[in-house]
């Protein structure tokens, strides 16, 4: 599970992941930012799949879902 954080800043809203600063959207709405942000990560999720997937062409590969526990967002 990620984090997303919410920080409004000249009337839009930025979003981005806690874990993974780097990855970040915006938008006029909390809800705006946070579809964009859901949508970018999966084209990034799914574009790092397809380098794996060209990597390691013609080699057996086992993929399985990873359940990360955290303590959660520090206060």
């Known amino acids: 599970m990620f984090t997303v954080v919410f920080v409004k800043l000249q009337g839009e809203y930025i979003a981005f992941i806690e874990e993974l600063p780097a990855m970040s959207s915006r938008g006029r709405t909390i809800s705006e930012a946070r579809g964009a942000l859901v949508r970018l990560a999966n084209e990034v999720f799914a574009e790092e799949r397809r ?19 955290s303590p959660g967002p520090a206060r």
């Open 51 to 69: 380098s794996v997937d060209q990597a390691f062409v013609g080699k057996h590969m086992v993929r399985e879902s990873l359940a990360l526990s």
